[in-house]
């Protein structure tokens, strides 16, 4: 898991993954412009990056207060037993509730990190119980008030030169349209 070994990444790589990190909802002749290339070879590309791993899924972000959710919650979680079965029940029940949309095992004070939203608290209740029934023994919950930073790209850098270099007009531009894109206001969560 920890030992998975990057692919190597040029500088049309990582420009294609910085502006499809602040929108991925751009055609591939859109991006092929970009980044200089033709719309075949930008769609190589962009599939062998999915192939690869580095593009995981392209997704929507939503705003969860819009959507129906104002409780947007944090829960800490800490198992009463750490074996394999243990573990297993309590990470079925994590996948099985679909109020809990991240959920990270973590080191440290507790087992387990989890992103909830609920409707009401009647909801979290249910979820919090259903946690505690399937071994969670202490869940503490962390109400979020506000998004200080939203989900922003990962600060990517080549890892090898570039077959074709960008010229300096181009890649400037694309990378004013990526920084753009990423400080525009929207709530996400």
């Keep these: 898991m920890y030992c998975k070994m990057a692919i190597e ?31 075949a070879a930008t769609l190589h590309r962009v599939r062998r990056l999915k192939e690869s791993g580095v593009i995981r899924i392209i997704s929507a972000r939503l705003d969860a207060d819009a959507a129906g959710f104002p409780l947007q919650m944090y829960v800490t979680a800490t198992l009463g037993r750490h074996d394999p079965r243990s573990t297993r029940i309590f990470e079925d029940q994590i996948r099985a509730l679909p109020q809990i949309i991240a959920a990270d095992n973590v080191a440290g004070e507790m087992d387990y990190m989890l992103t909830v939203v609920a409707r009401d608290v009647a909801e979290l209740q249910q979820v919090l119980a259903a946690l505690a029934t399937r071994g969670g023994q202490r ?43 990423s400080r525009s206001p929207e709530t996400s969560t």
Aim: charged share 25%.
């Design 139 to 181: 869940l503490v919950t962390y109400l979020r008030l506000e998004e200080v930073k939203p989900p922003c790209g990962l600060p990517l850098v080549p890892t090898m030169p570039a077959a074709g270099r960008l010229s300096r007009p181009r890649r400037a531009q694309a990378q004013a349209v990526a920084a753009n894109r």
């Design 9 to 39: 990444l040029d500088e049309v790589d990582v420009l294609l993954l910085t502006v499809l990190q602040a929108d991925a909802d751009r055609t591939n002749v859109e991006l092929a412009r970009l980044v200089e290339l033709s719309p």
